[in-house]
Structure formats: structure tokens, C-alpha cells
């Protein structure tokens, strides 16, 4: 399976963005996608999951203002970001969990740059 993200770009403060990832492959819409984050120096973080059954999960950090949704028709999972704030700076990566019968299939896709200026 191969994830291409896009979507980063440069935005000031209260403006918004919108990520995209594209999964090759059959098995996306059993999947669970994630995006996470990583800023300079920092650790990488969760910022939204959605399982296979549409079950969502947020960090307090940016429920409200972060949206993630996926179309199975389409192996394509997005994360609509709004009221963007400079801490939101990072590289946004997606990811996918497939879970196999004695194991669990991870994959990364190659991030994207988010830049909130000020």
C-alpha cells in the first residue's frame, strides 16, 4: 500500500487548510487512517483517526477545529483544518492500520508541510 498526502501549504492564523491521502490497494476501507504531526523538535503526535466504521478520535489540542472523514470509493482520507493556529505548524503525515489476523500492517505516507504564520 503506498499513502500520498498533499494539501500542506502556507496560511495565516485563522485561516484554513485541507489534507488529503490517497491509499493504493484494496484494503483502505478496512482500514483505520490516522494523520499525525511533527513539529521541529517535538515528538510525533496524533491529531485525528477515523476507524473503518467511521468512529472518530481527537486530541483536545484541536477537537472543534479539526475535521478527518474518508471516501471509500475514492481510498482517500482528509482532515479539514480550521481556525489554524502558529502551534499548528508541523509536517502532517497519514497513516494506515490494517489489521491481519496474528499482526497489524502499518503504513506511513511522506507528509505534508503546514505552515500558520502569525
Known amino acids: 500500500v503506498q499513502l500520498q498526502a498533499c494539501g500542506g501549504g502556507l496560511v495565516q492564523a485563522g485561516g484554513s487548510l485541507r489534507l488529503s491521502c490517497a491509499a493504493s490497494?484494496?484494503?483502505?476501507?478496512?482500514?483505520?487512517m490516522g494523520w499525525y504531526r511533527q513539529a521541529p523538535g517535538k515528538q510525533r503526535e496524533l491529531v485525528a483517526e477515523?476507524?473503518?466504521?467511521?468512529?472518530?478520535t481527537y486530541p483536545d489540542s484541536v477537537k472543534g477545529r479539526f475535521t478527518i472523514s474518508r471516501d471509500n470509493a475514492k481510498n482517500t482520507v482528509y482532515l479539514q483544518m480550521n481556525s489554524l493556529k502558529p502551534e499548528d505548524t508541523a509536517v502532517y503525515y497519514c497513516?494506515?492500520?490494517?489489521?491481519?489476523?496474528?499482526?497489524?500492517?502499518?503504513?506511513w505516507g511522506q507528509g505534508t508541510l503546514v505552515t500558520v504564520s502569525s
Open positions: 490497494g484494496s484494503i483502505f476501507s478496512r482500514s483505520t
Open positions: 477515523i476507524t473503518s466504521g467511521g468512529s472518530t
Open positions: 497513516k494506515l492500520d490494517y489489521r491481519l489476523p496474528s499482526a497489524l500492517y502499518v503504513n
